[in-house]
């Protein structure tokens, strides 16, 4: 019989999409915590953003944290050679402890509450009872092994930026899409209809089971596909994925956007907006504003 196990990594904030890729890829894995967070009055308090947490299923004599750790060492030493850093990268230590009598999903399920991502936008696990005001808009979430519970930071400049660029009848085109969170948020804020894809083939059920509980099912169309592979162009674009990988698609990006169409460009650490700015000066895309939660940065773009 297979037993849970947590195995904690020490990562910089914003290498938790690799920690956690390497979690489902190389391990029996059916959750990632990213983050822990603590809320009072649904606004965020406390976080703790360094440690990704895996639940991993091991027979227990299998379970050899020395063996983990030097996969995650591998792991890291292979991510270095496609030019990420050590800064960029953090430690990759590990530490491992076993779960007793309990299922990692309620364990994960404890940090995550109901959360105001803006103004106007409740974000509420599919578990919990929300209450909200008239003029809110709730959105309804079980993440399963997908990005975007609406807590992080770069997940509610989207949010923000949806909020104050799109316009009700928008096309929108929703990139890395994770839980379908912003599709779906844009959906709600009166957008037609929405494309949203994913490199991960894993997460479009989650997604689409998002969209349904959201009553939003018929106006997303979810795929497995990269921007690339895109043949519309669209009103509002949202890219929230690394910044290295914006650099890279930028000029994929910009062929998806109709002409003054707006794009929010998101996942980028403070430090590392030069690299994506040097990429949005280069398709000739103008800069409209930037906005700042914590560390991190969103660009929001138009294009000419």
Not at 124 to 151: N, Q, V
Request: glycine share 4%.
């Amino acid at each position: 019989m297979k037993d849970y196990f947590e195995v904690s990594v020490k990562i910089n904030p914003c290498a938790i999409e690799l920690a956690t890729e390497i979690f489902f890829e190389r391990f029996e894995c059916e959750g990632v915590v990213q983050a822990e967070e603590k809320y009072k009055n649904l606004e965020l308090v406390e976080t703790t953003n360094n440690i990704a947490k895996g639940y991993v299923l091991f027979e227990e004599n299998e379970c050899n944290p020395a063996e983990i750790q030097k996969i995650f060492t591998t792991a890291k030493e292979e991510l270095k050679e496609e030019g990420f850093t050590d800064e960029e990268l953090g430690e990759w230590t590990i530490s491992v402890k076993k779960i007793i009598n309990q299922d990692w999903s309620q364990k994960w399920k404890e940090h995550w509450k109901p959360t105001k991502a803006s103004e106007h936008v409740i974000i509420c696990p599919s578990w919990e009872e929300c209450e909200r005001k008239k003029d809110d808009i709730l959105i309804t979430l079980d993440p399963g092994s997908a990005f975007g519970t609406g807590t992080h930071a770069t997940t509610q400049l989207c949010i923000q930026a949806i909020e104050k660029y799109l316009k009700k009848g928008d096309e929108v085109a929703d990139i890395g899409t994770g839980s379908g969170i912003l599709a779906i948020t844009a959906i709600k804020f009166g957008a037609v209809h929405a494309i949203a894809i994913d490199n991960d083939p894993l997460v479009i059920d989650v997604a689409k089971d998002n969209a349904q509980m959201n009553c939003v099912f018929n106006k997303i169309d979810f795929m497995h596909a990269t921007a690339d592979m895109l043949t519309e162009q669209y009103d509002f674009v949202c890219a929230n994925i690394l910044h290295n990988v914006l650099a890279e698609i930028m000029g994929d990006l910009k062929n998806i956007m109709k002409p003054s169409g707006y794009m929010v460009l998101s996942g980028i650490l403070d430090e590392k907006k030069p690299v994506v700015l040097e990429a949005i000066e280069k398709h000739n895309l103008k800069l409209v504003e930037t906005m700042n939660q914590e560390q991190w940065v969103a660009l929001v773009v138009q294009k000419a």
